[in-house]
C-alpha cells in the first residue's frame, strides 16, 4: 500500500509572528475535512516552536528548512536538528537548491545533514532538481540520480524520510515541466530508491515542487510515483494551500 501524500508548505524566508493566523487557518481547516495527505508547514526557524504551539492537537506537523550537521558547538548562526525537534518539529527540509545554489550545499553536506536529523528523530525530506541548462542539455535524470545517490546515506536504516524533485527553473517561476516530464523523473527517482533501499524504497513518498498551485496540483498529484507536493508561495495563506491539500 502507498503511504499517504504529504503536502508540505515550504514559508522560505517568510514569516512573522502575525502570519501564525495563516498557519492556524490552514490548522482547523484541516482538522476539520477529510483530507487524504498528511500535511506539514516548515516555516522560518524563529517560527517553529510558536508554530508547534498554534498547531497544537490539530493535524498539521511543523518542520525546519534546514540543519547543522553538527550536533553542537561553535558554528555560529546554525541550528542543530535536536534545536529542531525540541522547538516541535518533526521534519525537516534538507538540500533546497536555494540551499545547494546560495550556501554551496553539496550532496555530501546534505547527506550528513540527513544522518543529524534523523538521529534527532525528525523526518528529512530531500530535494533533488536539475537547472535549466542540464534540463536543456538532457541531464535532467542524471542529475537527479546523482543527487540521490549522494544526498541520502545507505546507513540510515528504515528511518522515515521523503524526497522531493524540484527543478530549479521551475521554482517560484509560475513554470511547471510537461506531466511527462515530471513523471520520468519521479519513475527514476523510484527506481533508485529501490535500488539502494530495496523494498523500503518503495514507500519513500516522493513530492514534486516546483510553482505547485490551486491550478495545477491536482493533475500533478495524480502523475503515477508523484507522493505528494513541496509548496512555496503557495503555501502562506491558508486561502492558496487549502485547494491543494484538498487536490491530494
Ligand atoms: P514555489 O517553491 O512553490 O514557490 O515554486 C517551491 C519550493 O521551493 O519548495
Redesign the pocket.
Known sequence: MSPRPLIAG?WKMNGLGLDLDEARAIGAAVEQGTFGARVALCPPATLVDRMAQTLMGLPVSVGGQDCSPKAAGAYTGDVSAAMLAEAGARLVILG?SERRAGHGETDALVAAKVLAAISAGLEPIVCVGESLEQRQAGEALSVVASQLAGSIPSSIGDAAFAVAY?PVW???TGLTPSLAEIEAVHIALRSGLVQAFGDAGQRVPILY????KAANAAEILAIPEVGGA?????ALKASDFMPIIAAA
Open positions: 515550504n533546497h524540484e521551475a521554482i517560484g515542487g516546483g510553482s505547485v513541496l509548496v512555496g508561495g503557495a
